[in-house]
């Protein structure tokens, strides 16, 4: 290793098995099924909401299995921009870095306010000290401070440590995932199968359910930024990875079965909180609607958790690897975390409040594309992989990996074009849009400025901070002084 090769910083192996599947499945649940279980089931009926979702994590699973093999093989923080750098090269690295981190950013920033809205619906909050209003949200001091102290709880949380933000995951998830269980046999008990209605109703709704599904799978991709903080056997990832995907699909279900048993069409048509209002109605008790509430706040708590996280990895690898600034790649010294990153993302989720809820939704449907994109490139490296790197040690090998690989670049593109215009669940022209176009602008800036203010990192110095010594390529080590060629 040459003296002129930069320090590079490593994290603390602390994670067992059930953090690991604690954070990506608490991480894909969130919030949006207490809101949107109504909707599914008046779109495409029961049975057409059901198979959707069988359908999504069928589609998922091929992406996941990309995921599942190329973690393993390469447990390095980061996940995406890891893969694609072995991949694709140092500029689609850099590209795909940059698109989920704009993914997690944006989830993340988007808990604030949905954690208020949730604890509103249990305990009126208190309006004083309005600011402005947002795409016609007024937005209040009394209800920023609210979701800003919530964001930085949960940072102050990661900073100390991923174990402490592991056990808090852990917990919440356990509890989210008892309310859920709770609702779901509370409509077997107490609800009524004549409320199952409509079972099905055309195919438009069918595809209406399914351009929503993407979004709700999003979470497994976690699972990679924290793979080199994992202490489980290599092969334990890519399993816990596939099991989180069809424990979210069994989730989702379970929802649409529960709340058609609870309450009839035109409850859950007209309720404000339709999983929520449903059980309430179901049980004839809003103290049961209230419980639902606390369920979902569980459920934000861990999605957000888990994006936080997610948003720090890549961040830290970014700069570990002299993609961004190398503060980002550095750790405290006691806790073993990315203090950097870590106060970067916990000041845009603190401030985030401040847009309101409406303006909010925009930016996370726009990083919803971010996530995809990345799903694409992730699937585009698999099969890079397979044919530049056959010797690569890989613990969890998939069956018929050409085929998979070119499936799930199939399926990535497919969930691209859901966001298109062609659809109507597409992204919002021209504020969503001008959101990615103008995340990928601010990409493209930094990019040139980094290769400007690193101009002569060398081939061996870019291995080794990316990979380290353990998973650095043969012939990428250190044989002269060579420069990295943009």
Known sequence: ??????????????????????????????????????VWV???????????????????????????????????AGGELVFSYRGLGYKASWFTGWMITFAYVGVAAWEGPAMVTAIDYLIPLPRFGYLWTV??????????????????????VNYRGVKP?????????VAMAIGGILFFFGGVGFGSVSNMLPLTTNASGLVVVLLM?????????????????????????????????????????IMIIGISLCAPQEVRDTASIPVADSFAYAL???????????????????????????????????????MLPPVFGRVHPKYQTP?????????????????????????????????????????????????????LERPYAIKAGGVVGIIAVIVAIFFITLYLPIFTQGLI?????????????????????????????????REYLMFGEDYMREDRKYTGSREIKY
Do not use: H
């Open 339 to 391: 203090t950097a990153a870590i106060l970067l993302v916990g000041i845009i989720t603190c401030i985030s409040p401040l847009l309101g809820k409406s303006a909010l939704v925009w930016f996370v449907d726009a990083s919803a594309f971010g996530t995809v994109t990345a799903y694409c490139m992730v699937a585009c490296s698999f099969v890079a992989l397979r044919k530049k790197e056959p010797e």
């Open 135 to 156: 795409a016609g949200f007024d937005v209040y001091l009394s209800w920023v401070l609210v979701g800003s102290l919530g964001g930085l709880i949960l940072a102050i």
């Open 1 to 38: 290793m040459s003296k002129n090769v930069s320090e590079r910083a490593e994290l603390k192996k602390v994670m067992n098995l059930k953090d690991v599947l604690a954070l990506a499945f608490g991480t894909m649940i969130g919030w949006g099924w207490i809101m949107l279980a109504g």
């Open 165 to 173: 933000a592991a056990v808090f995951q852990k917990s919440a998830t």
């Open 213 to 253: 599904v993407p979004a709700m799978f999003v979470g497994f991709d976690v699972i990679p930024q924290a793979a080199e903080e994992m202490n489980i056997p290599l092969r334990s990832i890519a399993k816990v990875l596939i099991l989180s995907i069809l424990l979210t699909a069994a989730w989702y279900i």
């Open 429 to 461: 022209w021209p504020y969503e849009w001008l959101m990615v176009f103008g995340w990928v602008i601010l990409g493209a800036v930094l990019l040139i400025m980094n290769q400007r203010a690193y101009p002569d990192v060398s081939i061996e110095e």
């Open 284 to 322: 004839n008790s809003p103290i049961a609607g209230k419980f639902m509430i606390i369920t979902a706040l569980c459920g934000i708590l861990t999605s957000w958790n888990g994006f936080i996280l997610g948003a720090t990895r890549v961040i830290f690898a970014m700069g570990r690897a002299k």
């Open 42 to 76: 008046a779109a495409a009926g029961v049975i057409g909401a059901v198979a959707a979702f069988a359908i999504g994590a069928i589609l998922c699973i091929f992406v996941g299995l990309t995921y599942a093999e190329l973690t393993p093989a390469l447990p390095l």
